[in-house]
């Protein structure tokens, strides 16, 4: 589909929401969770999870990385989970990887085939790693491991150590699957290797 067309499919088809829930939106947002995905095309949040306009709070990231919390270095992905978590006081937080992910893949090969791309080769922190072929070119097994590990890393934000404390917010990883289209939910430890089906 070229773009011209989608701008003429889009204009035709505006959204289904009605007046007056349009007007809610306008009034503010109160979504229900954060949801943090990869910014791979293929990975649709609301597909995912059937959201409306409202539902979900979104950030997408190449590999759906989480950034160490350095406020006095902070990113956009730093304060948008801030916001999230601060000011919108959203009770969950979704970090959602997924196959076939060539940021996982770049990982695991420590960055091979992106010599041409430093912002990305620095962004996912491939330096000092030592690149393995994966034995799946789907990258399930290596995936599920990087899903565990930004949900560590969200864990040592001290806002959101204060906030689950509190029992008032929960994390959860999941798991999507590009050629099937199941989603499958992250055991709570990494020691557990067992993604059970949503």
């Excluded at 791979?40 to 950030?59: H, K, Y």
Aim: hydrophobic share 40%; proline share 7%.
């Amino acid at each position: 589909m070229s773009f011209e067309h989608f701008v003429r499919h889009a204009r035709r088809h505006p959204s289904m929401l009605s007046a007056d829930r349009r007007q809610q939106l306008a009034a503010g947002q109160k979504p229900a969770a954060l949801f943090i995905g990869c910014s791979d095309s293929r990975v649709v949040p609301s597909q995912i999870t059937g959201a409306e306009p409202g539902n979900l709070f979104e950030l997408r990231t190449a590999g759906n990385v989480v950034p160490k919390y350095a406020p006095d270095s902070a990113s956009s992905e730093m304060a948008t989970i801030e916001y999230a978590v601060l000011q919108l006081r959203v009770p969950e937080i979704i970090v959602c990887g997924h196959s076939h992910c060539g940021a996982v893949t770049a990982l695991t090969l420590a960055g091979r085939g992106l010599e041409e791309l430093p912002a990305l080769r620095g962004w996912l922190g491939t330096d000092g790693l030592n690149g393995v072929e994966p034995d799946d070119p789907s990258v399930r097994a290596e995936s599920k491991r990087h899903i565990h590990a930004q949900l560590q890393t969200l864990r040592e934000y001290p806002f959101i150590q204060d906030r689950i404390a509190a029992g008032e917010l929960r994390l959860h990883g999941w798991f999507y699957e590009i050629d099937t289209g199941l989603v499958f939910a992250c055991p709570q430890t990494p020691e557990e290797t067992d993604f059970l089906p949503l």
